[in-house]
């Protein structure tokens, strides 16, 4: 694309400025209810939108709290919230923050933990999503800053334990950079996208991410365990279903991440090696160390129940799947299937070269596969469209979409 090639031509002509710290420096980190009233004033007294963005403890610990809230607005600054010991005393913010589009990086991420604070965005713009829309194929913040407003960010601190307390004033440094920008990253984006025709496609992806509901709870999440393709049977995989539950009441209690409470790697191991003794199971990579000694007894009672199981509580040798089969396995199953997706992704990439997207942003792979697995009875653009719509997909999609997938499944009908 254009913009975004002369974009890149200009980065490469001048280095990025690096950006060690906020213009008006980093801010101390609000804690207690009369700091965030006045940070609240100040952002009310604020103009334009309003850029938002937490940290998180993933892996560290289990619950995927906000343990870190930064928001900046033109002529209000930045600010930094402990939202933990404010938890009860939000409602301004909320109030604040009701008034104004939030403009986030990759939102989806971030909306679920502001959600558990009672903090709802009455409008968005997702500026990750924005920059996939625009045609960009790196989309991390660093590099879209870089590329559209010549600066380099700080990085490095993103994986941390922001449960820590008190947090350091480098990673609060970083903490503020990640919205010093966001503002100024969404205007550009805006305007490319605006340019390229796609900005009313980024709004109504933008208004897809805000009020999609919280996503349904996989099941049988234990078939997930790191290196469980090695269990060969189903007491084995009853072993490592027990296992798993029994680390996950574990890290729930802790509020661990349950890699902190047991590796995958260590399910794995103690399942194969069947011991049936505490010192056998203790002889064991992890399981010999001083921590990990203490519970050693509570693992070796759910190995053994698991082996004790009666074969109609064993869990299934493949995993359930309400979907479709792997693509590799159509030819065999229905090969007219595997022509109907072949003939449609084919379409779909052409489509989607041709408007200088990502193919999966132009229709999500799983609703192509379901579609072309079990068609709609009516196969014509409009039956198409339907069916689309009903599966979720955008009006922008289903406008370029339907004709092209109607097209592949009357080539095999």
């Known amino acids: 694309m254009e913009n975004a090639d002369h974009a890149s031509e200009t980065l490469e002509e001048s280095a990025p400025i690096p950006l060690t710290e906020p213009a008006g420096g980093t801010p101390p980190v609000i804690s207690d209810a009369a700091a965030l009233r006045e940070a609240c004033d100040a952002l009310a007294a604020g103009s334009g939108s309003i850029a938002v963005d937490t940290e998180r403890a993933s892996g560290y610990r289990y619950w995927p709290k906000a343990y870190l809230v930064q928001v900046r607005r033109e002529g209000a600054g930045t600010f930094l919230i402990d939202p933990i010991p404010v938890r009860d005393e939000l409602k301004p913010l909320a109030e604040v923050l009701s008034g104004a589009e939030w403009v986030l990086h990759a939102a989806s991420q971030d909306l679920p933990c502001l959600a558990e604070l009672d903090l709802h965005p009455p409008s968005l713009f997702d500026t990750e999503l924005a920059g996939r829309l625009a045609g960009y194929e790196r989309v991390a913040l660093g590099t879209l800053v870089e590329v559209l407003l010549g600066y380099q960010l700080e990085k490095g601190h993103s994986a941390a334990d922001w449960s820590k307390r008190p947090l350091p004033p ?46 349904a709870p996989r099941a049988e999440p234990w078939r997930r365990t790191s290196g469980i393709h090695k269990i060969r049977t189903a007491k084995g995989l009853a072993a490592v279903r027990a296992l798993w539950e029994a680390r996950d009441e574990q890290a729930r209690k802790r509020d661990r991440a349950p890699s902190r409470v047991l590796p995958d790697s260590a399910i794995i191991n103690a399942v194969l090696a069947d011991p049936r003794t505490i010192a056998e199971l203790q002889e064991l990579p992890v399981f010999s160390g001083r921590v990990q000694r203490r519970y050693t007894n509570n693992w070796l009672r759910h190995l053994q129940a698991a082996r004790v199981l009666p074969s109609s509580e064993l869990p299934s040798p493949s995993v359930p799947n309400d979907g479709p089969p792997p693509p590799n396995r159509w030819a065999d199953k229905d090969p007219d299937a595997a022509a109907r997706l072949s003939a449609a992704r084919a379409a779909l990439t052409t489509l989607a070269e041709h408007h200088r997207l990502p193919v999966e942003n132009l229709l999500l792979p799983d609703l192509l596969r379901r579609t072309c697995w079990r068609p709609p009875e009516d196969l014509s653009p409009e039956g198409v469209a339907a069916t689309l719509r009903e599966n979720g997909a955008r009006p922008w999609q289903v406008e370029l979409t339907a004709a092209e997938i109607s097209k592949a499944l009357h080539a095999t009908a």
Not at 171 to 182: F, G, T
Not at 184 to 207: D, H, T
């Open 170 to 215: 480098d990673w609060l440094n970083y903490a503020a950079l990640d919205v010093e920008l966001l503002v100024p990253l969404r205007e550009k984006l805006e305007a490319e996208l605006s340019a390229q025709g796609k900005l009313e496609w980024a709004q109504q992806e933008f208004e897809a991410v805000r009020t999609a509901p919280p996503p």
